[in-house]
């Protein structure tokens, strides 16, 4: 992905806005992995996850935001827990049953970290019309903003002594399943 948004190759780079400190890192002849290191080295933090969010294919996308959203997040609602739980379902088993199970009607009396990872799921794939007369596809960038959304909501909840090394773990987690996906 970084060679694509030094080069122009894709629309990445005007998709993800990096900040001025983000964009001098730039270079063609870094890695995606030494990319985000140099970046969390120069406290890119949200620069990071927008660029795993945008870089992670779907479902690691949406694993990598669950996983973050459950392991560090504090005070989940039963709300919250059961948007995550349907989310882990449907990453088991992603039919188009257990997706629609993931956002029940509810689901948004405020916007939460779990909130952002069941729309990810959502809106993943298939229609998001209920009635089922027009099949109506959600682009990917959704996808991917509702990642960075979950992300950067749940930083914006870590505790001020906590989010140094918060920011830390998610990239880093980010960073694994990314050369994980590349590694299968």
């Known amino acids: 992905m970084l060679n694509e948004i030094t080069t122009n190759k894709s629309n990445a780079n005007e998709q993800l806005f990096f900040s001025s400190t983000a964009q001098s890192l730039l ?8 990319f985000l290191n140099c970046l969390m080295d120069n406290h890119c933090f949200s620069d990071a996850i927008a660029f795993l ?10 694993t990598w935001a669950r996983a973050c959203v459950s392991q560090y997040s504090q005070n989940l ?17 992603p039919s188009d049953r257990n ?15 779990a909130c952002w990872v069941a729309l990810s799921a959502y ?12 099949d109506k596809e959600i682009p990917k960038q959704l996808v991917n903003e ?3 959304s979950a992300i950067m909501l749940l930083m914006q909840q870590t505790p001020e002594d906590e989010k140094y ?15 994980n996906s590349r590694a299968n």
């Open 27 to 34: 270079s063609a002849e870094l890695k995606d992995e030494h």
């Open 77 to 93: 609602s039963t709300n919250d827990n059961y948007l995550l739980s349907s989310t882990a379902n449907w990453l088991q088993n």
């Open 53 to 62: 969010s945008h870089s992670l294919n779907c479902k690691d996308g949406i």
């Open 165 to 179: 090394g918060t920011h830390i773990s998610v990239i880093n987690d980010g960073i694994d399943i990314l050369i």
């Open 146 to 148: 509702a990642i960075y």
């Open 99 to 113: 997706r629609q199970c993931v956002l029940p009607k509810k689901v948004f009396e405020q916007s939460t970290p």
């Open 123 to 134: 809106w993943s794939e298939g229609s998001i019309v209920e009635d089922k007369q027009e």
